[in-house]
């Protein structure tokens, strides 16, 4: 019999088939997102599922008459994707108003492989501002009134309420797996939770939850003397490789900052008021991506070190996707964050593909310094 | 046998160097005056601190840039403290990590006579990623003692969030420098910066006449008073209109920027801003080929242009042509919203790759241009938006193409061989050959 983790873990492997085979099932539709501000809430509440667009080396070249060469591995990726007609089963495609790659992968994926919807949500980045909520949430409702013409139904409270509770359920749960690694060792190695994570994003949540609650009943505490405990810091890193390479150097990411991770499902919905004003206050509260945190505040150092320390981290690695300016501006506040609490950090570049040898260098330097 | 045009520097050249010259000795001794000293990421929405008085603006690089820019050590000195302070990839943002080398090595906010100047505080609007970062980046490297504030660029219609992030920086701006704020000078400063983007892109427009009146290089010269004052001063509009009028007469007597001009090139994007010992934007000169202007040059923070559905470029109309009364703050921010909404290309091509392409397609079409050459700075995200569908675009259109990869700050990735064999390979295959000199 096939585990609820296996299970997982075939949707990762294939998340087209496994998407297809919904779509097929349920006679629905299937939507693509680019970005982790994009409300899936909505999405779900609609009837469609949200798929996260995954980037791939795979035949990246093609992209180069698209996208400029300085852009990031994830953007070309994720382009290269769509136009090789690898997601050709989607019925849209939705993004945020986030980064300038992303945008650029968008508007080509919609201009040379067209599907029937596409939408860029505006989430307000001067997050703060008295106006940020309002203006929110008048994108959110003109958002569900192109889903409601699109679809052709409804997308009632009831529908709003109900998805909200799904995805909520879903974050609690992916929030008591990341629990349990604080324990030393944590139950569950780095990697595995990244696969949790990762194919939350693929999958119908309702069906996800169940199997997660499975895992959850299925675990149970490690022995023995634990790896050093590494908290990974990223844009969107989405290469379990990474994960594994650190672990078979004797590593464990117990915890992260990264958009395949906890600034996926940190926060919830607050179920008070309009649904649709509540959803919008989550993605405003939620663990922020640079491009979200501009002000003074810096409110990721305080954050990521509220997380090292809980998690009880010994050293932080960060993984800067080249090109990905934002996050690279925010490395040197973080890491100097981070000293000032004596946590070694380690910077390591990523593009389309793992330098490995190198990296197995740095990362097996940089862990023996940390015992 | 080629045309030649009757050609002559412009007769307001020295006009700009005078106004230059005093831009950089009012900003020393703006303290004595008790003028607050601003710094920005470029030239848009200087009205709002206007209110406040006259003030000086570090807009860009600050006002020690060029003379980093003209001295390969001291550039590269501060690229490389940049790097060793963590900003350690030359694919960042160039002006960014020159920004933080140059503040670390001390050297960036000197007065012309090296006095350290401080602004009393900073404010940015987001237009690219780079500049949604950049504020918080300069704080961090003053300690977080100087103030700062970021105005994000929603897109159209959000008039009323741009209005009340205007007024929540106007209170802002009062707490920080224990001001009061005065609403007649904004309205004025409100009416001068629409003013100046209306003159400025009737100055652009002129750019279709062939000959071109002026060529690429100067219009970027043009633009450094712009760029000192910020949009908002009576003084810059009195310029502007000086040089619209000699351009109307170079157009009416076919004086040319360049004499034996027989093709137009589009240069679009940022060319490196430290002097290259190739000189870019004029090396096309040998064959006849003049650069002709850019999206950059016509829109960057200056130009305000109205916008047709098929991307066509028109002069934007002026406050009164609309129609719009400029008389209480509401009413300003408002304008202020509604310029940058609405008749900036360049912010709308930052949010709109869409957009962007259109802009520069019709830019092609309309200012009469034979060929395109699109300028990708390696470590410059925002430029790069669009750039190589705008060249499929282009190329649809029957334009040749050329894309190039000039770093704009980093001198150590500036070939200067290879830039102008790109450059001869380029406009020999349209069939051009360099004319006898």
Redesign the interface.
Known sequence: MVSAFDRLRQVIDDPHKYVEKWKDSTGRKAVGYLCTYVPEELLYAAGVLPVRVLSKAEHIDIV????????CAHSRGCLAQGLQGRYSYLDGLVDS?G???M??TF??WQ?HRPLPFSHRV?V???RH???AAN?LYQELVSFKSSLEEWTGEPVTEEALAAAIQVYNTNRRLIREIYELRKQDPPALSGSETFELVLSSMLMDKEEHSQLLSQVLKELSPKQGAGRTRVMLLGSVTQDIELYRLIESLGGDIVIDDDCVGTRYFWNEVALDGSSLAAIGSRYLDKPPC??WD???K?ERCSHVLKLAQEYQVQGAIFA?L??C??H??????I?ATLKDNDIPAL?I?TDITLARGQLRTRIEAFLEMLI | MVQKYQTKRLDCWPKLLELRQQLAEELGTARERGELLVMGGETGLTSLPAGLGRFHFFAGLGPNTARIMGDYELLSRCLYQAEVMGYESWDLCGPLRLHVGAMALGIFEQSPDGKPEKPDFIFTERMCDQQAKGAQLMNDMYNASIPFFVIEAAPEPRVDYMVSQYAEFITWMEKVTGRKYRDDLLIEATKNEWQTGVLWSRICELQKTVPAPLDLRTLFSLTTVIWRSGKYRSETIEFLQMVLDEVKDRVANKIAALATERYRLIYEGATPWFRTPTPILHYPHKYGAVCIGSCEAFTGGHGTWEILEDGTMKVAPTLSELGMKVETRQQALEALAILYLKYSPLKIGHRSVEERIKHRVRLAEDWHVDAVILNNSIGCRGNALGNAETALALKAKGFPVTVDELDIIDPKEFDAERCERRMDDFLEVQGLRPLAS
């Not at chain 1, 180069?64 to 852009?71: F, R, S, V």
């Not at chain 1, 690279?328 to 506040?333: F, Q, R």
């Open positions: 180069g008459k698209h996208i400029p060469g300085n852009y108003h980064c300038q790659q945008l650029q508007y080509s201009k505006f307000p980045q001067n501002h008295p106006q203006q640079p491009l501009l002000s003074a810096r800067r080249k090109f300016d934002p690279a501006y925010d490395i040197p506040a890491q910077v570049e």
